[in-house]
Structure formats: C-alpha cells, structure tokens
C-alpha cells in the first residue's frame, strides 16, 4: 500500500473490508470484545495471539485512522489520542525521565507550555525556551541531561519557521530526539520524518478534522518509541480516540490535500492583498518573499499553509477589525472551512506576560486568521470595514 501516492493513500490506507462488504469505512462502537473460547481469551490478554480485548487499547476504526495516518506522515507506527494534548502528554510520559532536560520552542501552543510547565517539571524534568530561528542556540543550550527536542512550524501566530533538517542533526548529535507538532502544515504540506525529526504529534482537532468537529490527536513515529512506548502509555493511562472521532478524522483525511491546497491558495490571496491595506504595518505569512524564512519555507514545506497574521496599529484598532466582521468566526480554534479570526495577545497568549509576549513578537496590534473555504472576496469585503476606519 504504501507505494501509492500521498492522494491514494488518504483515501485508501488502513482500510479493512469486513465480511459485509462495505465501501465506506465502519463506526466499531464496542468497548470490548468476545473470544470463541476460555483459551483465546487466555492468549489474547497473555499477547500470544494478538487481537482486540477493548477498546482503550485497540479498535478497528481507530486502527483504520492510525494506519492512514502512518502513511501519510510515512511513519511506521502511529497512536490515536484523545486530543492533541493528549498526544504531547503520552509521548512526554513515554519517552521522558526524572532528570531529563526538553530544549523547547518559545513559541508553541499555550497548554503545550501549562504542561510542561505545571506537570513535567514537577516530575523533575527540565524545561527550556529556546528562539526556534536560531539553530546554534540549540547546540549551545544543550548538555548531557538534554533527550528531546520540541517545535512547532510555522509557529503560532507569528509564523516563524524552526529549521527541522538543522534542528534534527543537532538533536542526534547531542543524543536527543525531535519531536516535531505538525498542526499547522499536516503531511499534506510538511513530512517531519522524511526531514529527520523522530516523532511527531498531531492536534487532529485543527486540519486533519478540517470542519471544526471533534477533539483528537496522534502520535506518529518508529514502532518502539510509538508502537510500544506511547501505546503503552495511552493503554494504561486512557487517553484514546474514541472510534466516532476516528471515523470523522478518517473521512477528513480523504479530502486533506485537497483543503490544504485550498488553504493555501486562499492565505496566499489574503496576505498579498493586506499588504495592499494602508492600515496594515505587517503581514507575517511565509509565502510572502519579503517573509524572512521564505526560502526555508520553500525548501521544508510544499505550500505555505493556511494561517495569516497581521499587524494593525495597537488593541483597539485590532478589536475594531475584529468586531466589525459579520461572516468571520471570531474564536481561536483553526483549520476549519470556516475561517476564524483572533486576538492573539487578549486571548491565546493573554497569560503571557507583556514580556513574554513581547519576546515572541506578538503585539497589541496583532490579528490573526485561519483562512478557511469561503469565497476570498468575500474574506476580504468582510475585513475591509474595519481596516479603512482603522
Ligand atoms: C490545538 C493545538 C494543540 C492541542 O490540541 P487539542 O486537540 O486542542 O488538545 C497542540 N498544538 C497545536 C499547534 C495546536 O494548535
């Protein structure tokens, strides 16, 4: 199978026919399973004979999500979570110990931070924020305690962009993994493994759902790490992916390329034309060439993805843009097909001090948009109010 195409596998990959012969996927809704004898249940919960016993460790349709899911993202194992979180919890549970140190991004995602923060360093395990633009820092920053690397790219909402071919030979050098969280691009724009990074994680929530309906995630990585570790950790600690949310993300996948495609275009259509808006200092997209990480974009990434950020003049500028839109969602959720539009500084990354958020480039005047699939005229008339008056 996975000789096909990125398309054909999206479509196809995982899928096991059953006797019914159904041409869709099936919703397994069962928490647990029969044996035909005392014996075959004997061997199957010894691990003799693998095969279902429950479903908080295994179920068809989640099985059917992971399998296709490993092979878009072309790794060998990969774990369906509850949630994206859950997917960052598991593998830190996993794979880290009392003592280790995590070199980290200083710009990921709000509750990545809260985790680490308020339960991994209470276990005994280091935290420290790196500029994720600057490779060396990560050299330097790293000693003999240091067994993993964490990033996200682009970044969250400045779009800054971490070197991952860099990032990984530093990290294999030093004896750490990269753990990579591909929220923003999916395999449809940006394969992390096929770069060098060692696992990566996945809100399933965001695009690879693509319709704002259910919460999820995943691990994906090698068979030990993932097949064995993180499983192990999602069987015994419970954080797994309910079937209807594996059969909702399974019917997103088929059609991923095809929205990360659109995404793109649109994001791409919106970013040039606020850079035309007297009102507008700044775009952050890195599609644009005067982006400053273009080239990296163009090497690492095959489209530039969906989220567009900008800068208007301070808080009440950015607050009139947003209120005066009718059609735009105003929530911090993203990838969606409805596009959505935030503040990060008074909400996302309202807990960061004025410094911290000074640090990561978000400003008082900073708006940012999850380009959805509406017509981008549309978009745009709906911007255009606020951003004249402005
Ligand atoms: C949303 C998000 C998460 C967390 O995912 P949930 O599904 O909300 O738990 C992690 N990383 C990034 C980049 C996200 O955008």
Excluded at 163 to 180: E, N, R
Aim: overall charge negative; hydrophobic content about 40%; glycine content about 10%.
């Amino acid at each position: 199978m996975n000789d096909y195409d990125f398309e054909t596998l999206a479509v196809r990959a995982g899928q096991v026919r059953t006797a019914e012969g159904e041409q869709a996927e099936p919703i397994f809704t069962t928490s647990s399973y029969v044996f035909g004898s005392a014996k075959e249940a004997a061997e199957r919960f010894s691990g003799e004979v693998p095969g279902n016993i429950y479903s908080r460790f295994t179920n068809p349709t989640v099985r059917t999500f992971e399998q296709r899911l490993a092979a878009l993202e072309g790794g060998d194992s990969c774990v369906a979570t509850a949630s994206g979180m859950a997917a960052i919890l598991a593998t830190s549970l996993a794979l880290l110990q009392s003592g280790d140190q995590v070199l980290c991004s200083r710009s990921v995602f709000g509750s990545t931070v809260k985790l680490f923060e308020g339960y991994l360093r209470k276990f005994g395990i280091d935290i420290v924020y790196l500029d994720p633009t600057a490779p060396e820092d990560w050299r330097l920053a790293a000693t003999e305690r240091t067994t993993m690397f964490f990033v996200e790219t682009p970044s969250n909402p400045v779009m800054e962009l971490a070197d991952i071919p860099a990032l990984a030979t530093i990290a294999h050098g030093v004896g750490a993994i990269l753990v990579v969280d591909n929220c923003f691009c999916t395999p449809a724009l940006q394969r992390p493994l096929a770069l060098g990074a060692d696992i990566v994680v996945h809100s399933a929530t965001k695009y690879l759902d693509g319709q704002g309906r259910c919460i999820g995630g995943a691990v994906v990585g090698d068979a030990e790490r993932v097949g064995e570790d993180v499983l192990g950790v999602i069987r015994s600690g419970g954080p797994s992916m309910s079937p209807f949310n594996a059969w909702v993300f399974l019917k997103g996948l088929e059609t991923l390329s095809l929205r990360m495609e659109a995404h793109s275009r649109q994001a791409m259509a919106l970013a040039q034309w606020l850079e035309m808006q007297p009102a507008v200092h700044k775009v952050y997209y890195p599609g644009l060439s005067n982006h400053p990480q273009h080239e990296l974009a163009k090497a690492q990434q095959s489209d530039f993805g969906g989220i567009v950020s900008f800068d208007v003049f301070d808080k009440e500028s950015a607050w009139r843009v947003i209120d005066q839109t009718n059609l735009l969602s105003i929530t911090a959720n993203l990838g969606d097909t409805k596009t959505t539009i935030t503040h990060p500084a008074s909400t996302t990354h309202s807990r960061l001090s004025e410094a911290e958020r000074q640090a990561a480039g978000i400003g008082d005047g900073l708006i940012r948009i999850a380009v959805g699939l509406e017509s981008i005229r549309d978009i745009q008339a709906d911007l255009v109010g606020g951003l004249i008056e402005g």
